[in-house]
């Protein structure tokens, strides 16, 4: 529908066609920004891609090479270290996708004593992540004799409250008629949760997945406690041990290796950027 | 007879959840608390109860004043600047100027990265005479070379830039979802009335973003004591525990000097803070909230 309403006087139509300073400002702002909050991750590419005599030099001319990711591949037991990380997120995900699911239903849809309270401590965990409660989970970890093993390292977030609250409204949103039509058929609540609440609430299992697997990939503190071998060192402790050596290595290959790790979460993102922001979207809005 | 079904549907679905959530959050939370009334077991020696002596080592400790004045100025230093920026962000990126994309793209990069690998490519940053700081400055201007990270009056700032880099483009998503929420006829009734841009942002659009932005500022909040990563690669919390936070001291403390007893007791402080903090802030919040 096109807008009948007559502009006032002084809103002159041709206006429109001049960009006016205000735009001006601020398309330059947003730009300078842009460039400065760039800088730093496309001065790491440039290093990183270059022979280390052009780590401080910017010619259009200078040579590019792969040799600082064979470098850094070669120094360190990185395919190992992708491995174990490969490995400790998607084992997060399945866990948080499970647990999460079946609690997530049960608030959403069954009424039963204690439910509120119980929900009140779910929450809680967004203040009080285990993150900040190293000490004692090292504890229980060495007490269950898990330490140095990668399911120590994903066991304290697989129950996250996160998830819960985040597809709990997600299946409050779930018309109860449907789940009615279902329950007369005879459905069990398994099947119900299977075939009606799951496939419903497919965007928001992409979005918390993508917010647990960027999360868990980066993950460094818990981690770095838990483990002291390269069997089962994520990335982002091998890169730390890595860059830690006294071996005088050159910033390129260092920058080489932090590319690495962070590379794939960093291509996926470039290439699906929408989604990816989309996703942190749908995840905060609370 | 359904009523009884779903009761037991409901826990029988609920607790393998609890379980781990109870295993890994709130009993380790209780049991530090307890923890911090009992001496670091040794060897054979086990725990034994000392009443209120952590804690009186606590007020004695230096280190942990230093370290929680720090934290505070970290949280000072990081909030309101991420939190400004992201809230331009958002602004830009839902406008309709020319690049946004782009501009979208290079705010929300670093919070993909890992703070290690975050940490990692400022350090070449910051590097003296070397790093492209000191390159820039004795190139452009022929100033001396300078170490910001060796520096106690300088190692915190530096930090700061860090964390505010990572941080502001992943506040920016929050405030870009509520941005898309407000009405466009809201727009269209401040152009009739011939409200300018910057007041309509002023009186409109901020107050309808208050939710969000306390929202942001309680996450900030958490993370200012949450993220500790990069002092690992960095500094590691010097020099002279300069640059030192509350959590990276409790690793420290647990797992370098292996003092568990007191690990526990710096780890209630940390839990008491982010209570009052988040408590305080709601408060603090609520009635500019209720604005609209």
């Given at each position: 529908m096109q807008t009948n309403i007559t502009r006032p006087k002084w809103h002159h139509p041709g206006r429109r066609l001049m960009p006016d300073f205000d735009t001006v400002l601020n398309t330059f702002a947003m730009w300078v920004l842009a460039f400065l909050w760039a800088l730093p991750l496309l001065y790491a590419i440039w290093t990183a891609f270059h022979p280390a005599a052009y780590e401080t030099r910017f010619v259009l001319t200078a040579p590019l090479?792969?040799?600082?990711?064979?470098?850094?591949?070669?120094?360190?037991?990185?395919?190992?270290?992708?491995f174990n990380t490969v490995i400790l997120v998607t084992l997060i995900l399945i866990c948080q996708f499970i647990l999460c699911t079946l609690a997530?239903?049960?608030?959403a849809r069954f009424k039963f004593p204690g439910s509120s309270i119980l929900f009140t401590l779910v929450l809680l965990q967004l203040l009080v992540m285990p993150d900040i409660l190293i000490?004692?989970?090292?504890?229980?970890?060495?007490?269950?004799g898990l330490v140095d093993t990668i399911v120590a390292i994903g066991l304290p977030y697989i129950a996250s409250g996160f998830g819960i609250f985040l597809l709990r409204q997600t299946f409050m949103t779930i018309p109860k008629e449907l789940d009615e039509a279902a329950r007369v058929e005879g459905a069990s609540f398994l099947s119900l949760l299977w075939n009606v609440y799951i496939p419903l609430a497919k965007p928001t299992y992409l979005a918390y997945g993508l917010v647990s697997v960027s999360h868990h990939w980066n993950n460094f503190l818990w981690p770095l406690i838990i483990t002291n071998s390269v069997e089962t060192r994520p990335v982002t402790v091998g890169l730390s041990v890595f860059s830690a050596i006294d071996a005088g290595l050159e910033w390129s290959v260092i920058n080489a290796a932090t590319l690495m790790t962070s590379g794939p979460l960093l291509i996926a993102f470039l290439l699906f950027q929408r989604q990816f922001v989309q996703s942190f979207m749908r995840a905060g809005i609370r | 007879m359904l009523h009884r079904r779903e009761w037991v549907y409901g826990w029988l679905f609920l607790s393998p959840a609890l379980l781990f959530l109870f295993a890994f959050t709130h009993?380790?939370?209780?049991?530090?608390?307890?923890?911090s009334f009992f001496s670091t077991p040794k060897g054979r020696r086990p725990a034994k109860f000392i009443g209120p002596e952590n804690y009186q080592t606590l007020l004695q400790d230096e280190v942990f004043w230093k370290v929680l004045e720090n934290n505070f100025w970290f949280a000072v230093g990081t909030i309101p600047i991420s939190v400004a920026l992201a809230l331009a962000m958002a602004l830009w990126v839902n406008s309709q100027l020319k690049g946004k994309t782009m501009a979208r793209v290079a705010y929300f990069a670093p919070t993909v990265l890992p703070l290690i690998a975050v940490a990692n490519i400022w350090l070449f940053f910051y590097t003296p005479g070397f790093g492209l700081i000191d390159q820039l400055r004795s190139g452009l201007f022929g100033l001396p070379a300078i170490n910001l990270l060796g520096n106690p009056d300088t190692v915190l700032g530096a930090m700061i830039v860090v964390a505010i880099w990572k941080e502001a483009g992943f506040f920016m998503i929050f405030y870009l979802a509520a941005l898309q929420s407000i009405p466009p006829v809201l727009k269209e009734a401040a152009d009739?009335?011939?409200a300018g841009n910057f007041y309509y942002?002023?009186?409109?659009?901020?107050?309808?973003l208050m939710p969000t932005t306390l929202f942001v500022s309680v996450n900030a909040v958490i993370n200012s004591f949450r993220l500790v990563d990069h002092i690992f690669v960095m500094t590691e919390g010097g020099p002279d525990n300069a640059s030192s936070l509350l959590l990276f001291y409790i690793y420290e403390t647990a797992f370098q000097y292996w003092q568990?007893?007191?690990?526990?007791?710096?780890?209630?402080?940390?839990?008491?803070?982010?209570?009052?903090?988040?408590i305080g802030q709601f408060f603090l919040f609520d009635r500019k909230i209720h604005y609209r």
């Open positions: 090479t792969l040799d600082n990711f064979v470098k850094a591949w070669e120094a360190a037991p990185f395919a190992r270290y992708f997530a239903f049960a608030f000490v004692e989970n090292y504890k229980t970890i060495r007490a269950l | 009993y380790p939370a209780l049991n530090t608390i307890i923890s009739i009335e011939g942002l002023r009186k409109v659009v901020i107050p309808l568990t007893g007191y690990a526990a007791t710096l780890t209630v402080v940390m839990l008491l803070l982010l209570s009052v903090l988040a």
